[in-house]
């Protein structure tokens, strides 16, 4: 077995662990958004540091961010190097199968700090042998959105206004007979589903939402913003 190649390691300024930390962000919402058959990693080459710092559907192989380097990694971290040296994306993607049969993908992104310098990589690895049925549930629309249910197209002001009012009232009712959701964030819910299906990207929908719900707008805006934030 070849000596882990201790090259990768370099000096962290705070710029460079805050640049780190972004990548953790960026590694769980991708996680969130890409499903169950994506495990995600963030890696970084400080000196003195945590090497995984973050780690997204890590059950899929069974890591935890407390577990050494693992010999597929320096192999990785030597691509990006080299790629890195000769002017080339920072970018390494292999097949790979593990000890226990299971399949996957990989795909390693070098994260450059400051002075140029490789101080970590984010690490894409699909899994080939999670079911195709898990991979869809993914991007599957959920069963309270309904494409059809607010008509756009219309001339009458009048019209236009009560087809909203419609699709809060619809939404409401949904929410509030599901003795699943807490009643102190049942409004909540109401602002999530009515967000994620776009009502509020049409004009004076937050306003029809407050008369509806006889709530504030900054109530709505308020839960609006916790939404993004999440």
């Not at 935890?64 to 693992?70: G, L, S, Y």
């Amino acid at each position: 077995m070849r000596k882990p190649n201790r090259k990768i390691h370099v000096s962290l300024t705070q710029a460079d662990r805050m640049l780190l930390d972004s990548y953790c962000s960026l590694a769980t919402c991708l996680g969130s958004y890409l499903g169950v058959a994506y495990e995600i990693v963030v890696h970084s080459f400080g000196e003195g540091e945590k090497f995984t710092l973050e780690i997204v559907n890590g059950t899929l192989s069974g890591r935890t961010a407390d577990d050494k380097i693992p010999e597929t990694a320096f192999t990785a971290i030597e691509q990006l190097q080299i790629r890195q040296k000769h002017g080339d994306p920072i970018i390494s993607s292999n097949f790979g199968v593990r000890p226990d049969g299971k399949k996957y993908k990989s795909a390693s992104i070098g994260i450059v700090g400051s002075e140029g310098k490789l101080i970590g990589m984010i690490c894409f690895n699909y899994w080939l042998d999670v079911p195709f049925a898990e991979v869809i549930k993914s991007f599957a629309l959920p069963t309270y959105l309904d494409a059809a249910a607010l008509p756009l197209q219309m001339s009458d002001s009048g019209r236009y206004d009560t087809a909203i009012k419609q699709e809060i009232l619809k939404v409401k009712d949904a929410v509030m007979n599901d003795p699943e959701i807490p009643a102190k964030f049942k409004r909540k819910e109401i602002v999530r589903r009515l967000n994620d299906a776009g009502v509020f990207k049409v004009k004076n929908a937050i306003q029809i939402c407050a008369d509806t719900l006889d709530i504030t707008i900054a109530t709505i805006y308020m839960h609006i913003r916790n939404l993004d934030s999440n």
